[in-house]
């Protein structure tokens, strides 16, 4: 490994980016291809973002160690035989027709584009553009029939039952009957077959077939588009025919992966590198599936919270199984804000800071917020908070120079506090008595913050709320401070107890603690 490789900012991009390093002085290649796949039969989702920003940022470490120019395509499986019609589409009885054919075509049931695999093409490019990624996009359907995958098409001809013999210990019994990595495309209906390759013509760029409706023999040219691979030879094939040096993939491909690594070597290429990233949980822990539903859609997390936020927690632990929910936007989006207080305050550039990453380089001057997400909540939640302006005057009387026009950043976070506040802290809020030492130590809170001049600073005041729970018998400091959240919060946790009286107002936590003691 060369020495820039061996000096790497200690993150996972950059050692994934070393990998990759590795393999290129290998290769002696002077361009670093970098793939994201496709399947173009639904919506792109959280799944795909993730994967392509994970990819993203490998490739921002690969450029930051060597220096050497890189590309990133988005490849659309789209010539994909349209296996079920789906169910969130208008026009279903028409699609019915087209069941088997390439998804390049089949009708668009929306009639906005010339295929049903263009329409989701476009959807997914529209995807990736709204996010601001730098990529390529190509489809598979132009790739095959202009001829590009001609080469490695007639490669796997010659090499055919040696790729057989690979995948055959894979299959169940009625699969091995039958299979074959070439997919004919019948000439006369146009459905993707999946029969018994009868005859291999490599010479000729030929397979054999029959029809299994009505027995009439075929001989198709595998090139131009006459025919296309499984999908696991199918990736190692565009793996080969490309010459991809870099591609992640999910845990639950981890066997395809190998599988197709090993048809890659095949055809005589060196399969990319690459890693697998774990998969998401929801909130009971289980696996997260598009068809059950469950789990947290990336338009409702940015309905919440910020995309940066989104970002940090697809960049954290990939390797690592998380659950997808709610409840974890609001960490993540202070975890964020975090990085890019640190990154703000370094005089040069940390390339391990995730803000770097998020960012796509140096973290610029109005990214960050000078108060927290959780802060944003808490006192969402104590003003019972309709509006951006009942949180505003809070703001504005903790510092004057904060508005929506000098923190940009600040203002989205008013609006993501306030739809997250109604939608999941206010119908959980539930607030309790206080007991006899918990009371006394409220009793002590609000007297010793009557005493505190204002403009006293969130450390200070913390200090104070400190030392009040140290007077009081509590079995551990924590219990105090979940006295604060539960008895004036109705929550079980918050931020810093001392910024939330800074930014609340001294005199206005003071009436709060009244309120509650008065209450009980």
């Not at 010459?243 to 993939?249: I, K, L, Q, T, W």
Request: include cysteine; glycine fraction near 10%.
């Amino acid at each position: 490994m060369n020495q820039p490789a061996r000096n790497a900012p200690k993150s996972w991009p950059f050692e994934e980016a070393a990998k990759l390093v590795a393999r290129m002085e290998a290769t002696g290649k002077q361009v670093a291809l970098f793939e994201t796949g496709y399947g173009p039969s639904g919506l792109p989702h959280i799944g795909t973002f993730g994967e392509v920003a994970r990819t993203t940022w490998v490739r921002q470490a690969f450029t930051a160690l060597t220096g050497l120019p890189s590309r990133l395509i988005a490849f659309s499986d789209d010539m994909d035989g349209m296996r079920k019609v789906p169910d969130n589409v208008p026009n279903r009885e028409m699609l019915r027709d087209f069941l088997g054919k390439p998804l390049t075509d089949v009708p668009d049931p929306f009639g906005t584009h010339e295929s049903f695999g263009a329409h989701n093409n476009a959807r997914l490019r529209a995807f990736l553009d709204g996010f601001g990624f730098d990529y390529e996009f190509i489809s598979a359907t132009d790739v095959y029939r202009s001829g590009g995958f001609d080469d490695a098409l007639r490669q796997a001809l010659r090499r055919h039952d040696e790729i057989v013999a690979v995948v055959l210990p894979t299959l169940g019994p009625e699969r091995r009957a039958t299979y074959s990595p070439i997919l004919p495309i019948h000439p006369r209906t146009g459905i993707v077959m999946q029969v018994l390759i009868e005859k291999i013509d490599p010479e000729a760029g030929t397979v054999g077939w029959r029809d299994p409706e009505d027995g009439t023999w075929y001989e198709t040219p595998v090139t131009g588009g006459g025919a296309k691979m499984q999908w696991k030879a199918d990736w190692a094939m565009r793996w080969a025919g490309l010459g991809v040096d870099y591609e992640m993939a999910g845990k639950d491909h981890i066997e395809g992966m190998k599988l197709s690594g090993a048809i890659c070597r095949i055809l005589g290429a060196e399969p990319p590198a690459g890693f697998n990233y774990e998969l998401f949980l929801d909130d009971r822990g289980q696996k997260i599936s598009k068809s059950k539903g469950n789990g947290l859609s990336i338009d409702e997390w940015l309905k919440y919270a910020p995309a940066e936020s989104l970002s940090l927690f697809m960049f954290n632990q990939p390797q690592r199984a998380k659950r997808l929910f709610f409840d974890v936007i609001p960490r993540a989006v202070d975890d964020y804000l975090a990085h890019v207080a640190k990154a703000q305050r370094d005089e040069t550039v940390d390339e391990s800071n995730p803000a770097w990453f998020i960012h796509g380089g140096p973290v610029p001057p109005d990214a960050g917020s000078p108060i927290g997400f959780g802060m944003l909540l808490n006192l969402a939640s104590v003003v019972n908070a309709e509006t951006p302006d009942m949180l505003w005057g809070f703001i504005r009387q903790y510092s004057p120079d904060l508005t929506p026009e000098t923190a940009p950043f600040l203002a989205k976070l008013v609006g993501y506090a306030i739809a997250y506040y109604q939608d999941f802290v206010r119908p959980k809020k539930q607030f309790r008595q206080p007991t006899e030492v918990e009371r006394a130590a409220l009793i002590d809170l609000a007297e010793t913050l009557r005493q505190l001049p204002p403009g006293t600073s969130g450390e200070a005041i913390q200090t104070a709320v400190y030392e009040v729970g140290k007077r009081h018998p509590f079995p551990e400091l924590k219990a105090w401070f979940g006295c604060l959240y539960q008895v004036l919060l109705g929550q079980t946790e918050g931020p810093r107890f001392g910024g939330f009286v800074a930014l609340y107002g001294i005199g206005e936590t003071v009436a709060l603690i009244e309120g509650a003691l008065a209450a009980a």
